[in-house]
């Protein structure tokens, strides 16, 4: 059981616009900063989203990053068939001091 | 560029011991965090620990303290994960990542840059 909850599928259609959830608590989400990355099959993961809302250079605009109280979103605009991929959550939590995963949400283009 | 370069794939007997290693370049490699993170079979990501090259400052889930040992040789920007006696449990795709930003900060931006990956298979 992660610490960080994540829904375990998302899906959509071209063009789309998806979100996914990463659901913590006040010693981690509330307080810290929040990344987002993703891993397809086969890959490394990659960083998608750092500082909740940052994106590091070559990464597009369709992805944003947002975070409202213990709770964080990924969101998805104009999703494309490349984008089918495990998507994680991450950020520091106070109480365990280290770093802490979501399960990871397994987004599906249809 | 960033690069992190992982030792080869292995594949051991329960109750042996290994230690893989994560080369960086490309940066300078005392000044920012190395993490491990493992990936089981089929399964998500969990962060076992992160060193500091500058001082080997290391820092462990409490999943994982006590399991593995993260050691850092920043004479040549290398990390480590080391087990002195492995299970078939530790069957895992293992990968190292270096933090966002410089510094000691612990807490700042995991995983700007990602190892390829050590495959490790523990098998009788």
């Known amino acids: 059981q992660s610490i960080l909850t994540q829904p375990p599928s998302a899906s959509g259609t071209p063009g789309q616009r998806v979100t996914i959830s990463c659901s913590g608590s006040s010693s981690n989400i509330r307080t810290n900063a929040v990344n987002w990355y993703q891993q397809l099959p086969g890959t490394a993961p990659k960083l998608l989203i750092y500082?909740?809302?940052q994106r590091p250079s070559g990464v597009p605009d369709r992805f944003s990053g947002s975070k409202s109280g213990t709770s964080a979103s990924l969101a998805i605009s104009g999703l494309q068939s490349e984008d089918e991929a495990d998507y994680y959550c991450a950020t520091w939590d106070d109480s365990l001091n280290g770093w802490v995963f979501g399960g990871g949400t397994k987004l599906t283009v249809l | 560029e960033v690069q992190l370069v992982q030792s080869g794939a292995e594949v051991k007997k329960p109750g042996e011991s290994l230690k893989i290693s994560c080369q960086g370049s490309g940066y300078s490699f005392s000044t920012y965090w190395i993490a491990w993170v493992r990936q089981m079979p089929g399964k998500g990501l969990e962060w076992m620990g992160i060193i500091y090259g500058a001082d080997s400052d290391t820092r462990y889930s409490p999943s994982f303290q006590g399991q593995v040992t993260i050691l850092v040789d920043k004479s040549i920007n290398t990390a480590y994960l080391q087990w002195s006696s492995l299970k078939t449990s530790d069957t895992a795709m293992y990968y190292c990542?270096?933090?966002?930003?410089?510094?000691?900060?612990?807490?700042?931006?995991?995983?700007?840059?990602w190892g390829q990956g050590t495959l490790v298979t523990v098998s009788s």
């Open positions: 500082d909740t809302n």
């Open positions: 990542a270096r933090h966002v930003t410089v510094g000691h900060v612990a807490a700042d931006g995991l995983g700007a840059y």
